[in-house]
T-cell receptor, first 112, second 116 residues
Framework: GPKVLQIPSHQIIDMGQMVTLNCDPV?????FYWYKQILGQQMEFLVNFYNGKVMEKSKLFKDQFSVERPDGSYFTLKIQPTALEDSAVYFC??????????FGSGTRLLVI | GDSVTQTEGQVTVSESKSLIINCTYSTTSIAYPNLFWYVRYPGEGLQLLLKVITAGQKGSSRGFEATYNKETTSFHLQKASVQESDSAVYYC?????????????FGAGTKLTIKP
């Protein structure tokens, strides 16, 4: 079936630097999401995005986080500056209005 | 807020034996949430295994079943006879909306290992 691709699959970055996680959603999907999973913990909702806007964000979505999807390209999650506690696997997902999510395989981010 | 609690950690079952992974939920955002089981096979992304949106209904897929029980707020995953290919991590989850923009709350995941 259609897939959500996440690039890169792994990223190591120095604390304080900026990182951008890229997500290529299913082509006709309209809703986009980021989830975060710290090692050994649950996947948790970060943010959802529709029609160029953030619709809802959780308390995990710190001021250092931002999302965008310029001109229908990648849906990105940017963290600037990164902190040690941002180390986690970040999952992107997309959906239509009445469809189920399609998840990507995740980007494993390590902040050192 | 919403929360999902499932059988914790790791479960090991012998091939052809039965399986149950427990899941209970609580929600303050919606009276009758959508309930899901997701699965992650080794090296793959998260996939929807089954979904039930109506209380009292049963969902099934690949030999797995789960019944939406609103009285006990449970959604246990069962399979009568497991296979080695069922080895994966299983996540119980609930969704808070009917249409689009659904926010999903996940359980912690249960790693299932099938012994040949």
């Amino acid at each position: 079936g259609p897939k959500v691709l996440q690039i890169p699959s792994h990223q190591i970055i120095d604390m304080g630097q900026m990182v951008t996680l890229n997500c290529d959603p299913v082509s006709n999907h309209l809703y986009f999401y980021w989830y975060k999973q710290i090692l050994g913990q649950q996947m948790e909702f970060l943010v959802n995005f529709y029609n160029g806007k953030v619709m809802e964000k959780s308390k995990l979505f710190k001021d250092q986080f931002s999302v965008e999807r310029p001109d229908g390209s990648y849906f990105t999650l940017k963290i600037q500056p990164t902190a040690l506690e941002d180390s986690a696997v970040y999952f992107c997902a997309s959906s239509l209005q009445d469809s189920d999510y399609t998840f990507g395989s995740g980007t494993r981010l390590l902040v050192i | 807020g919403d929360s999902v609690t499932q059988t914790e950690g790791q479960v090991t079952v012998s091939e052809s034996k039965s399986l149950i992974i427990n899941c209970t939920y609580s929600t303050t955002s919606i009276a009758y949430p959508n309930l899901f089981w997701y699965v992650r096979y080794p090296g793959e992304g998260l996939q929807l295994l089954l979904k039930v949106i109506t209380a009292g209904q049963k969902g099934s897929s690949r030999g797995f079943e789960a019944t939406y029980n609103k009285e006990t707020t449970s959604f246990h995953l069962q399979k009568a006879s497991v296979q080695e290919s069922d080895s994966a991590v299983y996540y119980c989850a609930l969704g808070d909306r009917d249409y689009g923009n659904e926010k999903i709350t996940f359980g912690a995941g249960t790693k299932l290992t099938i012994k040949p």
